[in-house]
């Protein structure tokens, strides 16, 4: 017992630590920087690259809520379009995840997430959340799961995952819905007592994303629920989680 208190002791603390400032590396792709004016070319050739139909034009434009962050759209925009390493791009409001030619990160993340009235003071202390994987590709599953690691520690602000929707606050949505799973996501959400909050996390789980257009798909929950937190991704990295919920939570 005394060695392995020794042991722990050397370890010291292995979390990162200040999930705040926390920087990712260069070649993450994040929020993208957009200037419409260095493309000379047609516009609705450089749309039709895109998988999930997140360009828009006029003004060009990327919805993070469709996009899987490939980076075939800055390869053919000829410096048009950048994705940058910042990686806090979650939203509380779902057009706010379109971003246009021009828009700063700064300016994005000044808006990106308001706390509903009241929401700081229920579950601003704790928070615990149940994941339901609506038919996801795991991808996302895996960086919730690496949220709780030694590295992330987002336990230690009080963020859990629970094994049961009766003991949760909210339930985090990953994957695009598919038909078979629909009523089990209706169930998790109807099994947490009020007030409670819902994520949806990814691409798929927030648009559909490359699976937006198939038959076996069941959708209809997003449409009938109020969706508080979007957290675009393919997968989101563990810090774009952790930060959008301590945002949304004020927990700073």
Known sequence: MLELLRLRKRHGSQAIPDIVKAELMETHRGFPEINESRFSGNLDELTAICP???IGTRPLSIDMGKCIFCGECEIQSAGAIRFTNRHKTA???RDDLVVPSGLAYE???AKAIEAAGGIRKILGRSLKLR???AGGCNGCEMELNACSNVNFDMGRFGIDFVASPRHADGIVITGPITGNMAPA???AYKSVSDPKIVVAVGACAISGGVFAESKHLNRTFVG???VDLFVPGCPPHPLTFINA???FLKRR
Request: proline content about 0%.
């Open 91 to 93: 939203s509380t409001r």
């Open 52 to 54: 999930t139909g997140a």
């Open 107 to 109: 300016e994005f993340g």
């Open 131 to 133: 994941q339901v994987s």
């Open 224 to 226: 009938e629920v109020q």
């Open 185 to 187: 996501l209706s169930d």
């Open 245 to 247: 919920i301590l945002d």
